[in-house]
């Protein structure tokens, strides 16, 4: 009896310690290699197509798409004035790529061909499609709507659906997956709950003590949002039963976007941070480690195989002492950043 409690105690141990050493496994991250690629243009959401192992870049007035096991060039989509976003629908086999001038630039897959251009409301942003309605939906941020449109759509006859108000300007959005999209309201600290298939606001739910928020991301299974907030500078964890805020992180300045990836959830920063948080046993939210990536790098997508994390920057030219607005990226320094775990 007395060996059997001793065999059980240190069964115990051993698991305790296993888990221990798994959780702290998950906040080992860091940049493993850096794909130095060049090309002109700036660079907004990076989107992965992990089955392919593809990256698609919006660089202001072209798309790059990139082996993202080599770093090398496969194809560049032209035909675009300021874009913003890619998503993907691979039943469709096709790309929506959101472009700021007022247009969804439509392309093949496999070719990676622009098949069409649709008109749509300017400022047209982020981008995302959403498997439970079929639909491609993008975000007007000076409009204030959110435009959804079918991927099956004629690329030169076709249009957008009648958009939906918002009642504030949209920076990103995410899906549950069950009907229901949250968008975020930078300029009203909101994110908006949109039912798609009423296709109306069922309601706006404060991001306090956050402030500005911009990157959205969600964890569908435990239903929580993910919002990366510039102004205070947070990361707000909140239900999506009912918008209570859970939990508000610190986190670097210039944060562009937010994933979440297994039981961790990253918030991409301008400053050179890449902030990981993750969740206790007993329910409480930390930052669990930051990661130092080069300045600039503010959006990213994650391989949820590899989760290895992409983030796109450049090299930046000093600015000047008391100068304000967006450093200039030098000529040809476009790269992408790869932070793996380990």
Request: charged letters at 20%; hydrophobic letters at 40%.
């Amino acid at each position: 009896m007395h060996s059997r409690n001793i065999s059980v105690g240190l069964l115990i141990a051993v698991v305790s310690f296993t888990l221990s050493a798994r959780v702290a496994a998950q906040s080992n991250w860091a940049v493993e290699k850096t794909f130095h690629i060049g090309g002109d243009g700036g660079m907004d959401y990076v989107t992965l197509d992990a089955k392919n192992h593809r990256l698609y870049v919006p660089r202001s007035t072209h798309t790059m798409v990139i082996d993202a096991d080599s770093g090398k060039t496969i194809a560049d989509i032209p035909g675009q004035k300021h874009n913003h976003g890619v998503a993907l629908v691979p039943e469709a086999g096709r790309g929506f790529i959101s472009d700021g001038s007022g247009a969804v630039v439509i392309f093949d897959l496999k070719t990676n061909a622009v098949l069409g251009t649709i008109a749509a409301q300017p400022d047209a942003d982020g981008v995302i499609f959403d498997k439970a309605s079929g639909l491609v939906l993008v975000v007007s941020g000076d409009n204030g709507v959110l435009m959804t449109l079918k991927p099956d759509v004629d690329p030169k006859t076709g249009s957008i659906d009648a958009p939906i108000d918002l009642g504030g300007k949209p920076e990103f959005l995410a899906s549950d997956g069950a009907g229901k999209v949250y968008i975020n309201l930078e300029d009203k600290n909101q994110v908006a709950v949109v039912d798609i298939k009423a296709r109306k606001v069922l309601a706006h739910w404060p991001v306090a003590p956050g402030g500005s928020p911009v990157g959205l991301s969600i964890d569908t299974a435990k239903r929580r949002l993910f919002i990366g907030c510039r102004n205070p500078q947070k990361l707000i964890v909140m239900s999506t039963d009912d918008g209570k805020v859970l939990a508000d992180l610190p986190i670097g300045a210039g944060v562009d976007a937010t994933k979440f990836d297994g039981h961790q959830a990253f918030a991409s920063c301008r400053d050179g941070k890449l902030n990981v948080a993750g969740e206790s046993a007993s329910g409480k939210f930390d930052i669990v480690q930051t990661v130092t990536t080069p300045a600039g790098a503010k959006t990213m997508d994650i391989d949820p195989e590899t989760h290895r994390v992409y983030l796109p920057t450049a090299e930046f030219e000093e600015q000047k002492p008391g100068a304000t607005g967006r450093p200039v990226a030098k000529p040809g320094t476009f790269m992408i950043v790869v932070v793996g775990r380990h």
